[in-house]
T-cell receptor, first 111, second 117 residues
């Protein structure tokens, strides 16, 4: 299982773009990168998943360099409600993908 | 995306009793589900992998006789905390691997707060 490393915490202001980077140096060929958001007393919520280059959906973008040893979750124009813990997970969706969580990044958005 | 539901969302039980938490995949079949526990301000800790029709696989340090997992159907897995003690009080979360149409993404339930008094 690829181990992930993320910053423990980040602060931002409303309306700013936030980029959270995750390192996964030993990512395997078949592994995908998935990001989740968790609010207190709730289960993690799927944000975005990708394999390489760039993926964009209605809430975020995911940038993955060619070597795939890291990935960056980009949240455009954050609001106070984006204050949460963000986790990146790496695994093979077809091959079992046992979900081992790292510490995550605690994002605090200020007014 | 796919929906995973847990029940109950909160439960209080007396020390020494057992309590069951259900995890259901509402709009897809899940051959594999996962159970976690989470203490305040900490990350999720994987407890076990639940496979439909077979025994669960427990992570190191998790007592399989205390945390009984049953995955009797493709849409339901249950976690039973037996002879609960106050130290078992925690937030328990399940997840399921979604269908191929979702890219086999892992989806999580809402979580269940267990308080043992």
């Amino acid at each position: 299982l690829a181990k992930t490393t993320q910053p423990i915490s980040m602060d931002s202001y409303e309306g700013q773009e936030v980029n959270i980077t995750c390192s996964h140096n030993n990512i395997a060929t078949n592994d995908y990168i998935t990001w989740y958001q968790q609010f207190p007393s709730q289960g993690p919520r799927f944000i975005i998943q990708g394999y390489k280059t760039k993926v964009t959906n209605e809430v975020a973008s995911l940038f993955i360099p060619a070597d795939r040893k890291s990935s960056t979750l980009s949240l455009p124009r954050v609001s106070l409600s984006d204050t949460a813990v963000y986790y990146c997970l790496v695994g093979d969706p077809e091959g079992g993908f046992k979900t081992i969580f790292g510490a995550g990044t605690r994002l605090f958005v200020k007014a | 995306g796919a929906v995973v539901s847990q029940h109950p969302s909160r439960v209080i039980c007396k020390s020494g009793t057992s309590v069951k938490i259900e995890c259901r995949s509402l709009d897809f079949q899940a051959t594999t589900m996962f159970w976690y526990r989470q203490f305040p301000k900490q990350s999720l800790m994987l407890m076990a992998t639940s496979n439909e029709g077979s025994k669960a696989t427990y992570e190191q340090g998790v007592e399989k006789d205390k945390f009984l997992i049953n995955h009797a159907s493709l849409t339901l897995s249950t976690l039973t905390v037996t002879s609960a003690h106050p130290e078992d009080s925690s937030f328990y979360i399940c997840s399921a691997r979604g269908p191929k149409r979702s890219g086999n993404t892992i989806y999580f339930g809402e979580g269940s707060w267990l308080t043992v008094v």
